[in-house]
């Protein structure tokens, strides 16, 4: 009897999409990602522009399972608006829990972010 694929990260057929993406961070990302990268943040490992399913994510931290998003302009509408609660649905079905920031509060308040990002360790860092 053959095993159904359950494997849900880094699908193959995304990894053009998520190499793209890597390439041509956002400047809000680019800033978060140099306070996240090697651990940095209470030891946590994050990988930025994860897939999960069909979803390509900002940055995910999988001991956590947790997913932080950044979101700029495109999406403050509507359409905007149901497509990310549809997709952060998706993904706490999954068990992953999903944490948005707007793009200005990574200039803003890093450290706000940092904390709000903190917060949500299991540990409660």
Known sequence: MNKPNTKIHTLPHLKDNR??????????EARLWVAL???QLHNRKFIRQHSIRN??????CASEKLVVELDGQVHFN??????DAERDLRLRELGIRVIRFENKLVFNNLDGVLRG???CFSDGQ
Do not use: E, M
Request: hydrophobic share 40%.
């Open 78 to 83: 509507a359409i905007a608006s149901t497509n």
């Open 117 to 119: 990002i903190a917060n």
């Open 55 to 60: 979803y390509i994510v900002d940055f995910y």
């Open 37 to 39: 990268k090697n651990s």
């Open 19 to 28: 190499k793209q993406l890597r390439k041509s961070l956002t400047p809000a």
